[in-house]
């Protein structure tokens, strides 16, 4: 996350928070000076247990939200620095289509800042990959993981 000319006030440490597909994960915590290195993979799974055309799993992601919040830990229960919000579908597949490729591979997003953090927009660069697959439960009917 970059943040040019951006002084933290606090100098307790940051992480960042992403809620998808009903999951959230958290970020090991970084020091809070820009920019922000977070060098970790997080792994989302979700089983669709009665999807079976691809066309009612992409309404499903368009219906979820993934959310993203940089959030400081000044106590008592942290404090949101900046927040990144838009349907599953379009954050997992940027492209106008859902088909294979290099659609996920380094995006940069602007973040909105809350009214507490000074200076501009955080700016986050990272990238997403995705695997669809098709599974079979054990009563024999199909699904989409």
């Known amino acids: 996350i970059t943040c040019p000319g951006v002084l933290l006030k606090d100098k307790e440490e940051l992480y960042l928070s992403v809620s998808l597909l009903g999951q959230q994960k958290k970020t090991q915590c970084v020091p809070a000076a820009f920019p922000l290195f977070f060098q970790e993979k997080l792994v989302f799974e979700k089983a669709f247990a009665d999807?079976?055309?691809?066309?009612?799993?992409?309404?499903?992601?368009?219906?979820?939200?993934?959310?993203?919040?940089?959030?400081?830990?000044?106590?008592?229960?942290?404090?949101?620095?900046?927040?990144?919000?838009?349907?599953?579908?379009?954050?997992?597949?940027?492209?106008?289509?859902?088909t294979c490729g290099?659609?996920?591979?380094?995006?940069?997003?602007?973040?909105?800042?809350?009214?507490?953090?000074?200076?501009?927009?955080?700016?986050?660069?990272?990238?997403?990959?995705?695997?669809?697959?098709?599974?079979l439960l054990s009563s024999g009917r199909s699904h989409i993981q």
């Open 51 to 98: 999807i079976v055309d691809p066309g009612d799993l992409v309404k499903l992601l368009e219906l979820d939200r993934a959310v993203l919040e940089l959030i400081q830990l000044v106590p008592p229960v942290g404090k949101i620095l900046a927040t990144y919000e838009e349907n599953t579908r379009d954050f997992l597949f940027p492209d106008p289509k859902l």
């Open 102 to 135: 290099h659609h996920g591979l380094d995006r940069e997003i602007l973040m909105k800042r809350s009214s507490s953090f000074p200076g501009i927009a955080p700016k986050l660069r990272f990238s997403t990959s995705s695997l669809i697959t098709e599974s």
